[in-house]
């Protein structure tokens, strides 16, 4: 499965990732448990801190780690990369991994919207909604790329496009 690689370019508020590209994976899982589906995905190819939730409205980005998102249930439109982003449509079975710095903010979503969002090897996460301090970009521009996909494993996908 390849993802669509998409560069974002750095905002006033929102710094995206100088060095990765967001992926985007379509029609990943197409079972009747979406989210369980993506909760033994994510985690056989060593991404956890699992949660299952939405995704915000409003924009904002995780500076400590790179997340990975998988729509489980219903559509959305989001805004990535900041205000002045590129806006998708997304669907269950969908999924998405976000580097470190990437913003996201949900415009618009189904009522029975559904996201499983994980980070590598279990890794902790912050909220950042506001212009990236010196320290911040440095941890963004010096996060490595995770050993696995959260989607594909140990080939293809962020090891092929983030190396």
Same mark, same amino acid.
């Given at each position: 499965? /390849?993802?669509?690689?998409?560069?974002?370019?750095?905002?006033?508020?929102?710094?995206?990732?100088?060095?990765?590209?967001?992926?985007?994976?379509?029609? !990943?899982?197409?079972?009747?448990?979406?989210? =369980?589906?993506?909760e033994v995905l994510f985690g056989r190819n060593g991404w956890g801190n699992m949660w299952r939730n939405g995704v915000y409205?409003?924009?904002?980005?995780?500076?400590?780690?790179?997340?990975?998102?998988?729509?489980?249930?219903?559509?959305?439109?989001?805004?990535?990369?900041?205000?002045?982003?590129?806006?998708?449509?997304?669907?269950?079975?969908?999924? =998405? !991994?976000?580097?470190?710095?990437?913003?996201?903010?949900?415009i618009s979503a189904s009522s029975d919207f559904l996201v499983v969002g994980a980070y590598p090897a279990g890794a902790d996460?912050?909220?950042?909604?506001?212009?990236?301090?010196?320290?911040?970009? /440095?941890?963004?521009?010096?996060? =490595?790329?995770?050993?696995?996909?959260? !989607?594909?494993?140990?080939?293809?996908?962020?090891? =092929?496009?983030?190396?």
């Amino acid at each position: 499965m /390849k993802p669509q690689a998409i560069r974002l370019a750095p905002g006033n508020l929102i710094p995206n990732n100088p060095r990765f590209p967001l992926l985007l994976y379509r029609g !990943v899982l197409k079972g009747d448990d979406r989210a =369980a589906d993506f909760e033994v995905l994510f985690g056989r190819n060593g991404w956890g801190n699992m949660w299952r939730n939405g995704v915000y409205p409003f924009h904002h980005y995780h500076s400590k780690t790179h997340e990975a998102l998988g729509f489980a249930i219903g559509s959305a439109t989001l805004m990535l990369g900041g205000p002045t982003g590129l806006k998708i449509e997304i669907h269950a079975g969908d999924a =998405a !991994v976000l580097p470190a710095g990437t913003g996201h903010c949900r415009i618009s979503a189904s009522s029975d919207f559904l996201v499983v969002g994980a980070y590598p090897a279990g890794a902790d996460y912050d909220l950042c909604r506001d212009e990236p301090t010196p320290e911040q970009m /440095k941890r963004i521009q010096d996060l =490595a790329a995770p050993s696995t996909d959260p !989607v594909t494993g140990g080939s293809g996908g962020l090891i =092929a496009l983030w190396r």
